[in-house]
């Protein structure tokens, strides 16, 4: 048997398959979940965008990298050129065996009680001193909110008690009732503080 003609019987089907997948796999595929993902959830496949009036003032679903002292601060960012920088969204990959995490975490700490008040060696909240896998985490955790609401109502010339009660307010539960523990999205607290004063 001629092994030339052999060779382009079995290259035709291989080729008409690899177009056909790239076809369901790369077009239609793509194509219908976000057709379908529009109709049903429009708001998250718009990217879960806040507005603030007509701007668009971030995601739900990103951190941003909140400073100034009348604010509520995010968790680390692991993001490496620029905190909260989407584009190089990752984790550290630091192990909980190495040094250069330890020292971050002690350092956060210390920076941590000293931004908000706290005494010496007393607890922090472990998602303010540490990145999320992403390094773009929204949310932070009840119990560092409440840590940062002293300064923030200081700043604010709020008490105490108004700035926990806002806090309270945009609480979120688990998810589905059991997954994950309960927290806050820090831009959503962040707006709230801003329309309260």
């Given at each position: 048997m001629n092994s030339a003609l052999v060779r382009p019987v079995l290259v035709r089907p291989v080729l008409v398959s690899a177009v056909l997948f790239m076809a369901v796999t790369g077009i239609a595929y793509p194509l219908a979940s976000t057709g379908i993902a529009s109709v049903l959830f429009p708001h998250q496949a718009a990217g879960s965008l806040v507005h603030q009036g007509e701007a668009v003032v971030g995601s739900a679903m990103l951190g941003q990298d909140f400073h100034?002292?009348?604010y509520f601060h995010p968790r680390p960012s692991a993001t490496s050129d620029q905190p909260y920088n989407a584009a190089s969204s990752g984790a550290s990959n630091l192990g909980p065996t190495s040094a250069k995490l330890r020292d971050a975490v002690g350092e956060r700490?210390?920076?941590f009680r000293k931004e908000n008040g706290l005494a010496d060696g007393m607890p922090v909240p472990v998602d303010a001193v540490t990145a999320s896998g992403s390094g773009l985490d929204p949310d932070?955790?009840?119990a560092?909110?409440?840590?940062?609401?002293?300064?923030?109502?200081?700043?604010?010339?709020?008490?105490?008690?108004e700035i926990n009660a806002l806090i309270d307010r945009q609480a979120q539960g688990r998810q589905l009732g059991l997954l994950g523990e309960p927290r806050v999205n820090v831009l959503a607290l962040n707006l709230s503080l801003d329309r309260a004063r």
């Open positions: 100034a002292p009348r700490a210390v920076a932070i955790s009840l560092n909110a409440h840590a940062q609401a002293e300064r923030v109502a200081k700043e604010r010339h709020l008490s105490v008690d």
